[in-house]
């Protein structure tokens, strides 16, 4: 199950499919007029609570109600699911967001999700004995994560450059799609050399012992947003109350869970995931401390998108010039926003 250079590029042709799947998907409940649907079709996480679910527990939904179709540890799935109507919204690393409009689908990102701040980030972790300490020690290594393409790759790349590994050597590195439930199990069992490890499932491991970190991308690149949640242009035209509703939710529940007692906090998500009855172990959830996102009410400033759209040019992964920034995001659906000085309209 080697990864080569080779293969670690064969995301972007993925998205390229997708995008062109786009032209026949459709939005479902999506109509022209004053009919905009009132249900929004999304996919999850086991044993986790997203900030669109934590909204409508919340209430802030008002008479919008999610459906959920099931889960994913994707999230470049996620936004293709999106881009091709088969769910109305979903979330991903932002330098998958860049890569799936470089192929021209018609998305745009409404709200940062998650991030990385003091206590949510994602640390690559080895045991404590492991003889890998430095970016070098990586070569010949097997990387376990949720997927390929995304936050976690884009993180072990940014590491081994900044580590003086070449770009040939880069691909000598294999990272392989270890679910999350099952990554620390890997590790462990020295089926990995090295586990993506992020979260209340990062908590629960080092809680447990027996490992430590190599580095994490808080340590990369400080506190910043990392992935947001986007529509489609057509969404967006066809339901735009919809949206809004939704959106600024989902920046209402962001600032709920900053401002709430931790205890709060995990006793309701505990609570939202014994009511949805899918047989989720709720112990993991005492570990969850922050979702991470770097500005008030998710809103998007452009920097953590044009990050990666320099950093992917940068690797050839597109071309320069074929993302504009201004056309890639909007804060027009984010009623949290406190004045139009304040965010920069995609639209």
Known sequence: MATTASTRRQFLSLLGLS??????????????GKSQTKTLRYQGSAGQVTLSELAEDLGYLEDVKLEWVGNTISGPQDIQSAATGQVDFGGAFNGAVVKLAANNAPIKAVISYYGADKYAYNGFYVLKDSPIRSARDLLGKKVGMNTLGA??????????QRGGVSRADVGKVEPLVVPPVNTEQTLRQKQIDVAVLGGILRDKALAAGGIRPLFTDHQLLGAFSAGTYVMTDRFLKQNPDTARIFVTAVGRAIEWSRSTPHEE????????VKKRRRNEDTTPLKYWRSYGVAEKAGLITGKELQLWI??????????????TLSDLYTNEFNRNQKSSSATKSGS
Not at 151 to 160: C, G, K, T, V
Not at 265 to 272: H, L, P, Y
């Open 310 to 323: 320099d950093w992917l040019a940068d690797r050839g992964d597109i071309k320069k010039g074929q993302v």
């Open 265 to 272: 906090v995990i006793s309701r998500m505990t609570d939202i």
């Open 151 to 160: 936050h976690s790759e884009a993180m072990l790349d940014i590491y081994l």
């Open 19 to 32: 995008a062109v799947a786009v032209s026949c998907g459709t939005t479902a409940g999506a109509t022209s």
